[in-house]
T-cell receptor
């Protein structure tokens, strides 16, 4: 079974440019999460999709970040315009939904390393 | 605000010994606590979850304790092997799909042959 995949693995862009990160979750996983780790800091939650709906976007840093999950399959995270402080590793994770009160393990992708110059 | 602290220094131990990693947290009362492993260039991999009403949980050579009074979890790897070398992340929450996961900074473990 294929795991969570992310594209690209690395991206180097200039400040002010736009970058779009893509995440393909494990097939059948309704829950999709975005996280990021900026240099020297902990991995932090950005947002959570359930199918195509945003369940929780409380971790999104500002309106330069836009996440979508059309059709409830893959998701994209766009940063426009990118700033220096957006540099870091962006992780995607997915999980099944097996019902209330049941732990649903999150499976993480390898991450996209974003460098803004 | 919620804060998680893990061993700030990298941990180096001899192969065959038991590694003990510490996770302390403040300003939070999580119903769940998780431990993940992360290798360079890869995403975190879930290892164990322990609930607030559980004192201890084991999985093969791994053992986790959860003391809600001390607000502390200990993560043990017995009979450690060089392949156990990685960064280990403590995380709070995440017991359900809608429960946000809050990660600690991680502890780097090196098992020396």
């Amino acid at each position: 079974e294929a795991g969570v995949t992310q594209f690209p693995s690395h991206s180097v862009i200039e400040k002010g440019q736009t970058v779009t990160l893509r995440c393909d979750p494990i097939s059948g996983h309704d829950n999709l999460y975005w996280y990021r780790r900026v240099m020297g800091k902990e991995i932090k939650f950005l947002l959570h999709f359930v199918k195509e709906s945003k369940q929780d976007e409380s971790g999104m840093p500002n309106n330069r970040f836009l996440a979508e999950r059309t059709g409830g399959t893959y998701s994209t995270l766009k940063v426009q315009p990118a700033e220096l402080e957006d540099s870091g590793v962006y992780f995607c994770a997915s999980s099944q939904d097996r019902g209330t009160g049941v732990y649903n393990e999150q499976f993480f992708g390898p991450g996209t390393r974003l460098t803004v110059l | 605000s919620q804060k998680i602290e893990q061993n700030s220094e990298a941990l180096n131990i001899q192969e065959g010994k038991t590694a003990t990693l510490t996770c302390n947290y403040t300003n939070y009362s999580p119903a769940y606590l998780q431990w993940y492993r992360q290798d360079p260039g890869r995403g975190p991999v879930f290892l164990l979850l322990i609930r607030e009403n559980e004192k201890e949980k084991r999985k093969e050579r791994l053992k986790v304790t959860f003391d809600t009074t001390l607000k502390q979890s200990l993560f043990h790897i017995t009979a450690s092997q060089p392949a156990d070398s990685a960064t280990y992340l403590c995380a709070l929450g995440g017991g359900t799909s809608y429960d946000k996961v809050i990660f600690g900074p991680g502890t780097s473990l090196s098992v020396i042959p």
